[in-house]
């Protein structure tokens, strides 16, 4: 059987690509993208949320996954070995189940303990800090690939897109965890993690006039749990169910969703960065087929638009 081409297949016929949160998981996004450009996948427009962000930010400054994963691997190597500001957050080992059930108990005493009397755990200049050696600052608007990035106005209670302004500035609102990074200030706004609404943003690439959307949901499987006897554990949960929710109803507007296998990847273990990289190129290598089958099905009835586009 004759190879298809998929740079052939996709002239022509404008590309979305959504790219969740999910902190280290974030480097299945490059493996992804290192794919795509392999394959001669050109994406016209990136919105990204958290790790997507980040990602998406990175990309749409250089469009260069194996550049953007080398860079980010020495950041993230920078930032492991400031222990003393980072470590509680950030893993480099994983092996032994007591030691990570102790980090855990540790790190959920100082998150709640913060978070009540303080506004985050990490300071704005330390977080500044951390998300200038994550990404290059620039505006917006003089990117290379258009980019979208989504956060949260606790003032209005409203989701927000970001694009345009202040790169780094986008991606620390979009980034910044309730109660572990500070809220990001941005014309009146107060914002936070674009994820609590948009844990992949497909939503906001419907009005873009795009001719396919591609979701990559890095997130992990929601399980069957059985520990309740805390009123965190349910508070946690819930909120895991919250999520889940808004992350398929998102989905179920991509024409295309690659779910790398990394959710049994602690989100601060940078010790599997590659390891998701790698898992990301698997991804993208079993979701060619069906990519290039919607292309020539969207080939055959254009954009139409969409005649309603919820949040």
């Not at 957050?89 to 100082?110: H, W």
């Not at 998300?131 to 209005?156: Q, R």
Request: charged content about 30%; overall charge positive.
């Amino acid at each position: 059987m004759k190879k298809r081409n998929p740079e052939k297949i996709l002239k022509n016929l404008k590309i979305g690509l959504a790219l969740g949160g999910g902190a280290i998981r974030g480097a299945a996004h490059l493996g992804i993208l290192s794919v795509f450009e392999e394959e001669g996948i050109k994406i016209t427009k990136i919105a990204g949320t958290s790790a997507g962000a980040i990602v998406g930010g990175n990309y749409a400054s250089n469009p260069s996954a194996k550049e953007i994963f080398k860079k980010l691997s020495v950041a993230l190597y920078k930032l492991v070995n400031e222990k003393e500001k980072f470590g509680f957050f950030l893993r480099t080992d994983e092996s032994v189940p007591f030691t990570k059930k102790i980090k855990d108990a540790l790190f959920k005493g100082l998150f709640y303990g913060t978070a009540i009397t303080k506004g985050a755990v990490m300071k704005p200049e330390e977080y500044e800090a951390v998300i200038g050696e994550l990404i290059e600052d620039k505006e917006i608007e003089g990117l290379p690939i258009p980019f979208i990035t989504t956060a949260v106005d606790v003032k209005s209670g409203k989701g927000v897109y970001i694009k345009r302004g202040s790169l780094k500035k986008a991606v620390m609102a979009s980034s910044a965890i309730p109660g572990i990074f500070p809220p990001v200030e941005m014309d009146g706004m107060i914002l936070v993690d674009g994820g609590w609404l948009y844990p992949v943003p497909v939503i906001p690439l419907l009005k873009e006039k795009l001719d396919i959307i591609i979701g990559v949901d890095i997130s992990p499987e929601i399980k069957e749990e059985t520990e309740f006897s805390t009123g965190i554990n349910i508070i946690m949960r819930t909120n895991f169910i919250t999520r889940e929710y808004l992350k398929n109803m998102q989905l179920k507007y991509a024409d295309i969703v690659i779910k790398p296998q990394v959710s049994n990847v602690h989100p601060g273990d940078v010790s599997k960065f590659e390891y998701c990289y790698a898992r990301g190129v698997e991804a993208a290598r079993l979701a060619i087929p069906k990519i290039l089958e919607v292309a020539e099905r969207k080939k055959k009835k254009p954009y139409e638009g969409e005649e309603e586009i919820p949040l």
